[in-house]
Structures are given as C-alpha cells and as structure tokens.
C-alpha cells in the first residue's frame, strides 16, 4: 500500500501511475488488498474486521522501537499462521484500522498512523518500506481514469472496494459491456451521489461477492493480481458445453465461472444481461431527469 496521500481526479495525480490515486478513498473506503488482506480462508468482511481491529489494538500497547515491532510482527504471523487461499502470498500483520474512528484498513506502520509521531517504520515490514512506498497493483496502470473514478464513486465500504479495484480485468470487461451497449463511455458523475444509477452499479460490482457460477478452482474472494503468471484463472470449456463462446466471455472468465451445463451457462448470461439492462434504465431516467 504506498503512502501518498488521497488525491483528487482533476487534475490528474502525478505522484501515481494513471495518474488517480486509488489506495485510500475517504474515512471509511480503502484498499489493503496488496498487503494481504484478503488471503485468508475466512474472509468475510465480519472476519477481517475483527482481524484488523485485533491487530491495532495489540500494536497500540507496543513501543515504536526495531525490536519491540519485529517482536509484533514475530508474535502475529505465528498466531496468524494458516493455510491461505494463495500460499505464496504474504499476509502483512502491520495492516489495522486508520483514521480517526479507525473505519478503514491502513499500514500502522504508516508515519502518519496513530502513535507513529511521523517516523515511517515500514522499513521493519517483510517488504521493507521501498516497496511498501512504491507497489502499485496492476489497476493503477490499466484502468483508465474515467472507470477508477466510477469505483471509487459507487463503492462506500472498505470491504467491497478492495475486492474490486483490484479486478481490473473484471472492470475492464462490465464496462466495456456497459459502454458496447450504450455507444459512449460511463461518465463518472452519472453514477456518483444515492440514485438508482449508483445502486444498480454498487449491484453489478456485487457480483464479484455472489456469483453463484464459481468453478471449484476458485481461491476468492480476493484475487492473485500480481503479474507473475502463478494463479490464471482457467478457461470456459465452451466445447465441453457444446455452446459457442459466450458474449460476456471476459466477465464469466475473469469472475471465475465453470458450468455443469449449456443451460447454466445461458441462465449466467441472462443474469449478467438483466443486471445491465437495469442499470442501462436507471442511466437513462437520470439522464432524462437531468434534462428537464
Ligand atoms: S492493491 Fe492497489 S489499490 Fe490496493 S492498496 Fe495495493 S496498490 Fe493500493
Ligand atoms: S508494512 Fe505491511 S501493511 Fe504496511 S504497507 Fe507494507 S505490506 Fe502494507
């Protein structure tokens, strides 16, 4: 996760690849994602939020010295020790909860992190602090501003945006269907605010958490997005279906789907159809509530 603080889209955010800054969104919106947070087998969001809140308040009561915080680090990845859905990645003990009523994940080894008075400790992390300052997960680069925006606009807990704006091959493949379907791109601000637009894309994002089509290989929810090839997501076996390859062959791909049958494949599509159709409706009703 690196530090730079949270940026706004206009104009574009040097400090940052792409140019917006996606880590921390607001008090209760951020991602820790690249820091291990969703390597767990029990990943539900109750379940990381009592890891996290356990972790800050156990690293509270430790003094901010080398040994003091590697006897932290020591301590937490024995307790912490546990098959993970993705072995060979590091589940970091230092991510807590940040911010004022601690509503959000965060590096407490951050210099701005309570108790840290401004020295920046993740030099004593397992990445060291180069890394922790300067990763940026594959989203960074592929997304174009416009579809990171919409993210960070729809998505008002912690939980769900850091499981989404990691899937940049799943964002790349709804909005590229969103956007086929209505000739022109998805602006930010027709989904920002509390209308059916927002909520019926908040739906869509959802899928990530309740797709009922997952192939038994699936390691969610969290996904393996670093580019060194060792968890591909398999196929769709469209022959072994006797179907031809599906329209939305990008988003069942990318949200790891495997059917039984010809006719589940048909019932996924027509799920993933009548979720765009909605939010195509509520994008025009506004556009047309705009206009008047
Ligand atoms: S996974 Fe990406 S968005 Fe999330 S904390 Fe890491 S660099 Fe930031
Ligand atoms: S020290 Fe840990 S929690 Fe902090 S940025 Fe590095 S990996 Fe993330």
């Not at 140019?19 to 990381?48: E, I, K, M």
């Not at 990008?250 to 599509?269: D, M, N």
Request: charged share 20%; hydrophobic share 40%.
């Amino acid at each position: 996760m690196n530090p730079v603080a949270p940026g706004h889209l206009t104009p574009p955010d040097p400090r940052v690849p792409g140019g917006v800054y996606l880590c921390q969104v607001n008090d209760t919106v951020a991602c820790g994602a690249c820091c291990g947070l969703y390597n767990c087998a029990a990943a539900s969001r109750g379940q990381l939020q009592q890891l996290l809140a356990r972790r800050t308040a156990q690293f509270a009561g430790v003094a901010r010295n080398a040994d003091a915080i590697d006897e932290f680090r020591l301590t937490l990845e024995r307790r912490e020790h546990a098959e993970r859905p993705y072995s060979d990645f590091y589940v970091c003990p230092f991510l807590g909860l940040i911010g004022p009523r601690r509503s959000r994940p965060g590096c407490l080894l951050h210099p701005l992190a309570d108790g840290n008075d401004g020295i920046d400790y993740r030099g004593l992390s397992f990445y060291g602090g180069l890394a922790c300052r300067d990763y940026f997960c594959p989203s960074y680069r592929n997304l174009p501003a416009a579809h990171k925006a919409v993210v960070k606009a729809v998505c008002t807990d912690w939980y769900l945006y850091g499981l989404v704006v990691t899937e940049d091959r799943l964002l790349s493949a709804i909005f590229a269907a969103i956007e086929a379907r209505r000739g022109r791109p998805l602006a930010p601000t027709e989904v920002a605010g509390r209308g059916p637009a927002r909520d019926r894309m908040a739906e869509l994002f959802a899928l990530k958490l309740s797709w009922p089509y997952r192939g038994p290989g699936w390691k969610g929810p969290g996904n393996y997005f670093f580019n060194d090839g060792l968890h591909p997501c398999s196929p769709i076996d469209y022959g072994e279906l006797n179907a031809p390859a599906s329209l939305h062959d990008p988003t069942l791909h990318a949200l790891g789907s495997s059917f039984a049958s010809r006719r589940e494949l048909i019932a996924a599509e027509a799920l993933i159809e009548t979720m765009l159709d909605r939010l195509l409706r509520a994008l025009a009703s506004a556009a047309e509530i705009a206009a008047h």
